[in-house]
């Protein structure tokens, strides 16, 4: 949902845009007319009225033949807080609501609804609209509600409908996507939430461990605000002028949280959705109720959940909703995939590289083709699995390292086994456990006004490479330790969730630890087709460096624990100067493969600026700290044989 820079004003944008031109023959490579969808569509606008009285937007795209000779289609619905436009019978936007071409040749009654409150729908608007269980009144509304009138309202006035509805979405529709099937209407029989918003405060878009996604958000909300509806999306939607193109640079101008907020009011105006995340910086009531996994229950329809290993903002999503539904509603057809994208990369993207990693193969036209098109197809009009429709598996996961697509019954796969990862003197990392008999630590100096950046590079926002970018700015910093394994004999792949298992002290009374996991490429490894560089004459001046693919240090995953959240996120708690606690860092599931004479790193360190905002390294309440209160600290990681830190792994045996 918080994509980078003011992605929101970006996506909306495109949406609201005035569809392209009919494509001319000459345009198609075979010489052949492209397929235009507005010779085989029509569209209609209504207000779906709901049960309290508010009327939803919709547009309907419908097939030209419905109806006649009694064909009939399934429904392919998506809901969206981002607009239904262009707005307008006579403007065309049915491409955006089809996941690819094959759905619009197959035939599909294409539905976007405005939820509430937003653009042309009435009704208020909620961030993560909280469910309710139990609804008394015609008063109580959620978007299952919605989304059941909805359904009921299409399914008895739109013509030439088979009585079948499936529903997608990407990001916040990816939430909706899941808000709107629980005790769900018995006509949907096909859901798939794809990078799904699920709990904002766990992992998700707004808070990871405890610390604060501050560049995401930020960027976010400064095009993501109140609406009065019904209202039609701008011409053009302002850019926010940050005044520099280094968010290094620009968020380290401010004293705290408090600060960054009134800057992002607009004539004195506040953003009270950008507010609310620095007033609920706990898991409070706020966050709870929004979570919308406690009550993916009673779902009729088959789920097929779908992430990217890369996804900067909502990769915690799709693997909690998998594990909720399959937890909670054990009867429900329920289906994961997750591959080597970023957010949405699937839909937007041909899912062949991420920066300098390479996957060597059309990732996202794979998916589109040999899993997303049949399980619809295969739900929504019965059709059998077989050569053309392959039969979904519970688990499609992409393999990064050998860039390979494995099936699975299970994910975390069943063979996994636990296996941890201990630090070691002299910077090593071993899977032996330490035999020091005697305490024995490594420490670091963390200044929080000058923080760790997230990336070696000038960045507005959250650039998508990030999450497979190289380390190496990093590894020889003084205030990062850096611990490296011997170069691996054979593949070593590592499949499901991590857990840093830290024992470590502060000097101050609280303090971040972030974790990241890191591939070590070969030192002569070279990018494909790269000519070998030549010598230069010493005479000759030096050019300016290139990064070499070999010896790089890319980013398998990393995340933080805010210290004051050690013992739960729902309290804070000052730490002890100089007591040693054990301390679990949390990082999201992984499929990758460390390759035979690869290195495996891991980097500890106390802050990750601006992708988190600061810790001032005193228990102040944060989003109002002073300047006096940011003090420099000492942390120390012990690894000795009574305060073992390292990493717990779930490793595959060898294939």
Known sequence: MRLALSLCALALASLAAPAPAPARAEDAPDGKPKYEPREHYTKYEYRIPVRDGSRLFTAVYVPKDAGQGGKTYPVLMTRTPYSCGPYGVDRDGVR???????FLKAGYIFVCQDVRGRFMSEGSFIEMTPHKPVKKTAADVDESSD???TVQWLIDRVPGNNGRVGIWGVSYPGFYTSASIIDSHPAIKAAS????VTDLYMGDDSFHGGAFMLAANFGFYTGFKPQVTPVLPPRQWPEFDYGTRDGYEFFLQFQ????MAARLAKDGKPNPYFDDQLEHDSYDEFWRSRAITPHLKNIKAAVLTVGGWYDAE?????LATFRAIARQSPATPNHLVMGPWVHGGWVGSPGRSLGRVQFHQPTSEQFQKEVLFPFF????????????LPAVAKATVFETGTNVWRRYDAWPPAGARPRTLYFAPGGKLSFTPPDAAQPAFDAWTSDPNKPVPFVGYATLGVPQEFMVGDQRFASTRPDVLTYRSEVLEEDLTVAGPITARLFASTTGTDADWVVKLIDVYPADLQQEGQEPKKRRPRTEDVEAPEPEL???QQLVRADPLRGRFRHGFEKAEAMVPGQVEALDVALQDVNHTFRRGHRIMVQVQSSWFPLMDRNPQTFVPIHSAKAEDF???TQKLYRWQGQASGLELRVLAPR
């Open 96 to 102: 955006r609501l089809a996941p690819s071409e094959a």
């Open 147 to 149: 989304m059941h009138d």
């Open 193 to 196: 939430p794809q990078a799904p």
């Open 256 to 259: 705290n949280l408090d600060a």
């Open 314 to 318: 909502d990769l915690a999503g799709p």
């Open 377 to 388: 197809e295969q739900h929504l009009r019965d059709a059998k699995p077989g050569a053309k």
């Open 550 to 552: 070999g010896g790089m």
């Open 631 to 633: 003090q420099v600290a």
